[in-house]
């Protein structure tokens, strides 16, 4: 059956996973596209921090799974709009994706909304991309001063590399800055490159493919 699993298979596959992170490394489940039907068996199975891309898949699935397991922490790793920020304060428990000045703005306004223990972590854009949101490198000490006048609760940076090159150099790179800046969380690492970003410091990797395809 497609897409069935059980909590042994959630189990075995999370612990197979665990077994290459190391314990002071977060591992973030990426739901995006999985049905809560085969979200559960990972819940059963301990799992607790899962990440969407997408602000209107996340208020339609998580409201319930959270009734049910209310201890799960939900964090944004998606671009995210300004119209619907008071939606995604109300589900997410971090966003790893805070990019651009009308987000800062838009968050300061609606800080009311925050849920406890919430908090930020900017997304650096290193190849200057234009269809992946992220500050360049060369503007973040700015706007991370920006981030700390408005008091916003920033903890961290992520990456998302550029896709067929190595992504070493890139996880070095947002290493250093997150040195530079103090920032204690590091999110980066993904199914394909998670060993390589823990390697050079990644705090939080971002799983989904590792978990949720039946070849693993
Ligand atoms: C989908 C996604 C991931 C997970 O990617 P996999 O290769 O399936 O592990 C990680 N981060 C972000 C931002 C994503 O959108």
Redesign the pocket.
């Known amino acids: 059956m497609v897409g069935f699993i059980t909590s042994a298979v959630a189990s075995e596959r999370l612990e197979a996973i665990r077994q290459e992170i190391p314990p002071a490394v977060e591992l973030l489940v990426?739901s995006?596209k999985q049905s809560p039907a085969t979200l559960i068996p990972f819940i059963e199975a301990g799992q607790r921090l899962f990440?969407e891309?997408r602000v209107q898949e996340a208020l339609e699935k998580w409201p319930a799974l959270r009734k049910r397991f209310p201890d799960c922490e939900l964090h944004l790793?998606?671009r995210l709009q300004t119209n619907k920020v008071v939606q995604s304060l109300n589900v997410f428990d971090a966003i790893h994706s805070l990019d651009r000045v009308k987000l800062i703005e838009a968050l300061v306004k609606h800080r009311r909304f925050f849920r406890p223990n919430f908090y930020l972590l900017i997304q650096v854009n290193f190849a200057g991309e234009t269809q992946k949101g992220g500050v360049a490198p060369e503007n973040l000490t700015s706007f991370i001063d920006l981030c700390n006048t408005q008091q916003l609760p920033i903890q961290g940076l992520m990456t998302?590399p550029p896709q067929d090159e190595d992504p070493k150099p890139y996880f070095e790179q947002l290493k250093a800055l997150a040195d530079k800046h103090n920032l204690p969380r590091i999110s980066m690492g993904?199914?394909?490159d998670y060993r390589q970003a823990i390697t050079c410091g990644s705090t939080i990797v971002?799983?989904?493919?590792?978990l949720f395809t039946d070849s693993l």
């Open positions: 990426v995006k990440g891309n790793i998606g998302l993904m199914s394909a971002r799983l989904g493919t590792a």
